[in-house]
């Protein structure tokens, strides 16, 4: 066979060997050719007397990681010229066939007649597992990098390989719900416990035991297509049944709050598929599949959270022109909790770190504190004692600055003030050799006026964490108007290297995350201010698709936070830049009641030892007025706390501070949440339109004030019918 993407071997035992091992990627991925010629191997195998049956492996690090979610964006680009050319019955004719062509070829493997093996290293996600799934036996090496998993809920779709059918029919229905609508990645042990790998092998092993299964005469038959076959648990409509599906709908709208049309088609997928046979229950889940490869919200997050995140993640923003950079040694100033997790991070990439605070005492905690952390991933058996050991190892806790020689870069990370950020700054300046690039990790500072405490303006830039910095994907690095292309360089090479996703933005106060998420939080006060129940403040937060409700991530950052980074405002930019609503507000919390979050145990929550925090029952009598919950408009709560963080997003393109929409939507998902079926703040924009969306800011601005008033750049673009991808220049920067 003349293959591209596999190789073919035929030992003298009969067992064929399947490699995939696509050439020029560092991993396999599933594509059109991909399909094509696995059909083929699978005829092949099928028709050749000869061949008792198929191993199939990797010649990569990883197994695969799935579809090319680029040739899925490429079907629903078919369809729309269909249904141009041919009109919509047959192109939703030509797009089903399209859609289930995987699954087809899957089940072909599968009732081949002959046995197929899966010989599982490293990764092994979505498209992939379910092709190893249809195998009628999985060996997965036992590894740390080993990982099974259907993650497709995760960009807006669904196992549409057959993958929704064969999970729950492996095991409890329950069970198969919970992991389709995680989408997790799960460990060698964890998979063979739920009975998704047959068997768990040292790493050299893994394909003789894959040929073993066949050479001992396993059979090429799958358990559902066995005679007598039942499902793990029982009949959908059965006692045991009807305990499964009510709750497992009642956790459907926990989880989601209908946002997500994905983790609905699981659901119908599911409890359709257990009343039929494989093949018509297949045909079920490729209908829904097909129906939500088309959805808008499959579309927004296959754009932003694979695509655009893709890119950012390969470094789209980085100046070509600025050869790769070797940072090596990394100073950290600052040793509490932010400081101490970018030491953590960093020294987990492998990278020597110099942890400094104002004395050994606070610079040993610090370090303690990155113990805390790596020692929590040995317990749940994510890391081992020589990797705890070798990161602890690259970290060294001191008060001396002079420890600072030789390092590749700095980031500062005290207290947002700003004279003690430039006295570090000015001692660390003194300490480096002129190549050394200095970031700061200010929240709210324009870094161009920090700069100036620096020698070399060109060589400093902003690097923001989110906390916690051991979780948080997002890394904002911000331009201060002397930054040079050398610092951006090396602070994108540096959050590349420390495995997390940088977004770029030019100086502004806030930058481009804390802009939005002030807004969040500030809108919940307000409707705290109007009378609004505080339990229904938060809950229709996360009905909108926010994770958090305001209230309680108000409480995180620190409420008295708030009040001086307000207060700040108030000082820097007059009195008209604030709302003295919100202003009294915080003040009666922090100043008269000492209320200042998590930290101290008492802010808009209550936070009792050793028992669930619950909303401050207080906060009822700071209300003048307390509105009926029946007659609160649930819908326009949603649009208000959607509504005025895409604003402010809009105002920062319009502003400058965002230069590309791409950085905007996958910023505001990973950085702060915002409802990631949206795709993002733009995308919100966008998918609605520009026109629909300012005569919402319009209502909401008749109604509740000025802080609704769309910018200028929606305006035009309501009237002119743009939108934020159109105008994206080809080399956004």
Known sequence: MNLTNFRFETGADGIAVLTWDMPGRSMNVITPQVIEELERVVDHVGADAAIKGCVIASGKAAFSGGADLSMLQGASADYEKALREKGEEEAARLFFEASRRLSLVYRKLETCGKPFAAAINGLCLGGAFELALACHYRVIADDDKARVGLPEIKVGLFPGAGGSQRVARLMQTGDALQMLFKGEQIRPKAAKTMNLIHEVAPPADVLDRAKAFIAGGGKGVAPWDEKGFKAPSGKVFSPQGMMVWPAANAIYRRETYDNYPAAKAILHSVY????????????????????????????????????????????????????????????????????????????????????????QAAADKGKAYCDQLISSQVLKGRAKGADKEALLGRIAATDDYSALQGCDLVIEAVFEDRAIKAEVIGKAGAALGPKAIFASNTSTLPITSLAENYPDPEKFIGVHFFSPVEKML?????????????????????????????????????????????????????????????????????????PVGPLALNDEVAIDLAYKI?????????????????????????????????KNGKGFYDYPEK???????????????????????????????????????????????????????????????????????????????????????????????????????????????????????????
């Open 272 to 359: 359709e598929g257990l009343q039929l046979p494989m093949d018509l229950a297949l045909k079920v889940e490729s209908r829904w599949f097909a129906k939500i490869l088309r959805s808008p919200e499959a579309a927004a997050m296959i754009r932003s959270l694979f695509i655009s995140m893709g890119e950012l993640n390969k470094g789209a923003r980085r100046p070509t022109e600025i050869a790769p950079t070797s940072i090596k040694k990394v100073g950290v100033l600052g040793a509490g909790f932010m400081g101490a997790g970018i030491a953590y991070v960093s020294a987990g990439a492998g990278l020597e770190v110099i942890l400094i605070d104002k004395d």
């Open 474 to 546: 997002l890394v904002e690095i911000i331009l201060g108007k002397k930054t040079g292309d050398a610092a951006l360089a090396a602070a994108i090479d540096y959050v590349r290297a420390i495995k997390k996703t940088p977004i770029v933005v030019n100086d502004s106060r806030g930058f481009f995350a804390n802009r939005c998420v002030t807004n969040y939080i500030r809108e919940a006060q307000l409707m705290l201010i109007e009378g609004v129940p505080a339990a229904m403040i938060e809950n229709v937060a996360r009905m909108a698709g926010m």
């Open 566 to 598: 307000l207060e700040a405002t108030k000082k820097d930019l007059g009195a008209d830049a604030i709302d003295p609503a919100q202003e009294r507000l915080l003040k009666t919390m922090v100043v008269d009641l000492g209320r200042l979050g998590r």
């Open 611 to 733: 028992r669930q925090k619950s909303l401050w029952p207080g906060l009822a009598q700071l209300q003048e007025t307390q509105l009926d919950p029946g007659e609160i408009d649930i819908g326009e709560l949603k649009q208000r706390f959607l509504a005025i963080q895409a604003l402010e997003a809009a105002r920062a393109v319009e502003e400058g501070v965002v230069t590309d929409p791409r950085e905007a939507d996958v910023g505001s998902i990973i950085g702060f949440g915002f409802a990631p079926f949206t795709g993002g703040v733009l995308s919100y924009i966008d998918g609605m339109g520009a026109a629909a969306f300012v005569a919402i800011c319009d209502r909401l601005r008749g109604k509740f004030g000025p802080r609704f008033a769309p910018p200028a750049i929606l305006v035009d673009m309501a009237k002119q019918g743009g939108s934020f991808y159109a105008t994206r220049p080809a080399n956004a920067a």
